[in-house]
């Protein structure tokens, strides 16, 4: 089992869209039993990216009730099992964040046969950001790119190995290829992160994330369900598998 947390300086970057398509890819492609959770508990937004309306037991009741996980489990169509947290202000009343390391052992105690947990964190390194690190093993990071939010991984950076986090290296999301944006060597040289994964920006995911659908799901073959593809085949070490003829044929018109 995996637990990767999946990080950023700065909020808006991408990271929980990139939990929310990477678990499905996970669990629906490479048919991994996967668990995301929303740590970013003041400003969650895991379940609404993964088309959860209701959910009247969160992480919250989790940690705060002690509620039973089982209860706490959204089933997406993909198979992934999400853990979304209360969108409700009052329901951070008495939330002690240092819980999660706990909530998150006792997930890993009673679900032992869960491939991987990704655990979309708080941008920046408060103590809501923290208490999401610390609960995991990896450590993904995220970023745009741009000079300021580069700069502001390398501080991501420095926490994580205080923490003694194994980097399993930089995402660069939203990528337009414009005059203005750092280069790969650029900002592998700034954050001296290896750069495991390339994600072009396409107006179609901000309309999946209207619809409610993720882009792996709505568009399984444009190109950056692709790219997602190919971060999960990285971080799985597996080859992508291949698409079913039939898929093919009715994908031909995502690519567009
Ligand atoms: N590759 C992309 N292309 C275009 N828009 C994107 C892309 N990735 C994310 N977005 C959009 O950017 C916004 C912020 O993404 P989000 O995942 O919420 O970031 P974070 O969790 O880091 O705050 C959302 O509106 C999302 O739809
Ligand atoms: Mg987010």
């Known amino acids: ?4 947390s999946i990080v950023s300086g700065k909020g808006g970057v991408g990271k929980t869209t990139t939990v929310a398509n990477l678990g499905i890819v996970l669990a629906s492609k490479f048919k991994k039993k996967v668990i995301v959770i929303d740590c970013n508990i003041t400003t969650p937004h895991l379940g609404l990216y993964m088309g959860i309306h209701q959910h009247p037991i969160t992480l919250n009741n989790i940690i705060k009730d002690n509620s039973k996980v089982a209860d706490a489990f959204y089933t997406h169509p ?38 991987y947990i990704l655990l979309d964190c708080a941008p920046g390194f408060g103590r809501e950001a923290i208490a999401g690190m610390r609960s995991s093993d990896e450590i993904l990071y995220v970023t745009i790119p741009y000079f300021p939010v580069v700069v502001d991984i390398v501080k991501c950076v420095r926490v994580a190995e205080d923490l003694e986090l194994r980097s399993i290296g ?87």
Do not use: W
């Open 1 to 4: 089992m995996r637990v990767i």
């Open 78 to 115: 993909s198979g992934v099992k999400v853990i979304p947290s209360s969108l409700s202000l009052k329901d951070l009343d008495g939330l002690d964040m240092l819980h999660l390391k706990s909530t998150i052992d006792k997930i890993k105690t009673e679900y032992p046969d869960t491939d």
């Open 170 to 256: 930089l995402l660069v999301n939203m990528k337009r290829g414009g005059k203005h944006e750092l280069t790969h060597s650029e900002i592998e040289n700034i954050t001296e992160l290896p750069i495991v994964s390339s994600i072009s920006f396409n107006h179609d995911v901000f309309k999946s994330l209207h619809n409610r659908i993720p882009i792996s799901v709505a568009k399984p073959f444009c190109k950056v369900s692709k790219q997602i593809d190919a971060l999960a085949a990285f971080i799985t070490g597996e080859n992508v598998p291949k698409d079913k003829f039939s898929d093919k044929v009715f994908g031909l018109f995502d690519k567009y």
